[in-house]
């Protein structure tokens, strides 16, 4: 996965992105994470909503997502 930033209303924010075990289950799913560079925000962590058997499956998938749907992830978790 290459380094990926989004930018929301002026604020660039650093994208991380992880893969975690389903509890209780084989599969994995992607958890993105959000820093901006401004120490006074939070980072923001938010679930993607896929899962894969494979990490190698899922992080294939992770670089086909969009700067849209990764900015659209972003600005949800941001509202509530």
């Known amino acids: 996965m290459s380094d990926r930033a989004v930018t929301i209303d002026g604020i ?7 893969a975690e075990r389903v509890p209780h289950g084989s599969a994995w ?7 901006s560079p401004d120490p006074a925000r ?3 962590w938010a679930t ?5 058997s494979s990490r190698s499956a899922l992080f294939a998938q992770a670089d086909r997502l969009s700067d ?3 900015t659209t ?5 941001l509202v509530s």
């Open 12 to 18: 660039r924010w650093s994208v991380s992105l992880l």
């Open 29 to 35: 799913r992607l958890v993105v994470g959000f820093r």
């Open 48 to 52: 993607y909503p896929t899962e894969f």
């Open 73 to 77: 992830l972003l600005q949800q978790r």
């Open 68 to 70: 849209e749907a990764v």
């Open 42 to 44: 939070r980072s923001v």
